[in-house]
Structures are given as structure tokens and as C-alpha cells.
């Protein structure tokens, strides 16, 4: 479900008090729009995390993954920018559509849009890559 989504369904007529992160608004609605499009896309649920990680980094983002209302068809993209960390936890369904070598492909794509300063840029990128080697489910 994406952050207009959640809006709509809870009447809320006041903009989300997340604006306080790393993304403008633009940046928030294009994140949201590239979630909804690989949602619709491909059948599996997709989220991103953007935030701290504890160490372990991978155990967290499994915890928060397994967290997630349907983690065997979800996808998770946990992005630390402070600890210049990133996963991508797939659940067992998903991870037939997406194998690691795929996930590892979209990864390095996220990595050189984030070292160029697109945080969003990169998980939206990242976000299409790994609906497009999903496929329609």
C-alpha cells in the first residue's frame, strides 16, 4: 500500500508528517507512484526503508521484512544513507521471481545513483529493475 493510498483510506486531508526526511514531496510522490506501478506490475508487494540500521544491517532488514503484512510475495528495500548500507530482502515467493543475482544487479544500479547524490532517483530505478526481472505474476 503507498503513502496516498494509506491517505485516502484514513480521509486525511493534511500532507503526511514524513516530509521531514531525506525526500521533497516531488521526491516522496515519485517514490510512491514507482511502488504502486511495481505493485500493480507484478503481483508481489513492494516497500522501502529508509532509515538506521542496526548491526547486524541484514538481520534488521530481515526482521523489518518479516514485519511486512505479506513478507512471502514482499520485497524490501532497506536503504542507511548515514551508514552507507543497503539490502534487498525478497520473501520466498518473490525471490523465484527475483533471484539474488538479479537483486544484486538492481543493488549496484541503486549504489551509483546514490553516490551521485539520488537517493530517490536510485530507489525508483531500483524499484523498476526489480519489477521488470519479476515479471507479470
Known amino acids: 500500500m503507498t503513502v496516498g493510498e ?3 483510506e ?3 486531508a493534511t500532507p503526511p508528517d ?16 514507482a511502488l504502486r506501478l511495481a505493485d500493480q506490475g507484478t503481483g508481489l ?4 526503508y529508509v532509515g538506521g540500521l542496526d548491526e547486524p544491517v541484514r538481520e534488521h532488514a530481515e526482521r523489518l521484512h518479516r514485519q511486512l503484512a505479506e513478507p512471502d510475495r514482499s520485497v524490501l528495500i532497506a536503504v542507511s544513507p548515514n551508514q552507507r548500507q ?6 520466498r515467493h518473490a525471490r523465484k521471481r527475483i ?3 538479479y537483486a544484486k544487479l538492481a543493488a549496484l544500479s541503486m549504489v551509483a545513483a546514490f553516490g551521485g547524490g539520488d537517493l530517490a532517483g536510485g530507489i525508483i530505478q531500483g524499484l523498476d529493475q ?3 526481472h519479476a515479471g507479470r505474476g
Open 99 to 101: 533471484p539474488d543475482t
Open 6 to 8: 494509506k491517505r485516502a
Open 10 to 12: 484514513a480521509g486525511a
Open 130 to 132: 526489480l519489477a521488470s
Open 86 to 91: 543497503l539490502e534487498i530482502v525478497t520473501g
Open 18 to 33: 514524513v516530509l521531514d526526511g531525506p525526500f521533497s514531496t516531488r521526491q516522496l510522490l515519485r517514490v510512491d507512484e
Open 45 to 48: 508487494v513492494f516497500s522501502v
